[in-house]
């Protein structure tokens, strides 16, 4: 099997076969396409993007903006019209930090690909707590952590662990999205929107498709579109 066709297959497996992906934010459009690079370049093997990855392991839990290594991968990849204009990190600028450092973390050692373009983080997270391995309240618990965060370092804490657990079930996430999502936890007004949201995808019951059962009895599904 080639490196595409696994990556390819990884995420077929990951991701619900009626899910829609999510509209994203400028944010998160910008750090597709250096995620998807990056992600690619690790699975064939390049030792520039292992480098990189290891680079912006190392920054984990550091502030954004404080490790010039990763300057170009991380605070680099904000649109100018979400970077900070003085001292200070902008939201964006935390948000991109702590999403390719997570990232980071998740594919270390992994030959499957851990950033699933449309897999949210609340459904990677009903993945999660779906499996027999895991404790589903502790993973609730940690989860319902993470959503009532309200500083980087508060969402950080939390979201370690779960990203841990991720990795070590082999289950992946949308990055991208997900640097809309810490964004959107951090900016006043949008907090509330993002909770909703996931909430949703967390709570929200898969419904088989016919082609998923045993029958051809038609099938509903509880997705909607107005997100």
Do not use: N
Not at 63 to 73: K, L, Q
Not at 185 to 192: M, V, Y
Request: contains cysteine; aromatic residues 6%.
């Amino acid at each position: 099997m080639t490196t595409d066709t696994a990556a390819e297959t990884a995420t077929k497996t990951a991701v619900a076969p009626q899910q829609r992906h999510r509209r994203m934010r400028a944010l998160g459009s910008a750090l597709q396409w250096t995620i998807s690079k990056l992600q690619r370049e690790y699975l064939e093997g390049r030792p520039a993007a292992r480098a990189e990855l290891a680079r912006l392991r190392r920054g984990l839990g550091k502030p954004a903006g404080s490790v010039p290594e990763i300057w170009e991968t991380t605070i680099g990849a904000v649109p100018e019209q979400l970077a900070g204009t003085d001292e200070h990190a902008s939201r964006a600028e935390q948000a991109a930090h702590a999403a390719l450092t997570l990232y980071a973390v998740h594919q270390q050692s992994r030959q499957d690909a851990m950033h699933v373009p449309g897999t949210s983080f609340g459904r990677a997270v009903r993945y999660l707590a779906s499996r027999p391995e895991v404790s589903e309240d502790a993973v609730e618990r940690r989860f319902m952590a993470v959503a009532t965060a309200e500083t980087i370092d508060e969402i950080l804490v939390h979201v370690r662990g779960l990203v841990t657990q991720l990795k070590a079930c082999s289950i992946g996430l949308d990055y991208a999205a997900f640097a809309d999502d810490i964004h959107g936890l951090l900016t006043p007004g949008w907090a509330t929107g993002v909770r909703l949201t996931w909430g949703r995808d967390f709570h929200r019951v898969h419904v088989p498709s016919s082609s998923e059962t045993a029958d051809d009895a038609p099938s509903t599904s509880t997705d909607s579109d107005d997100e």
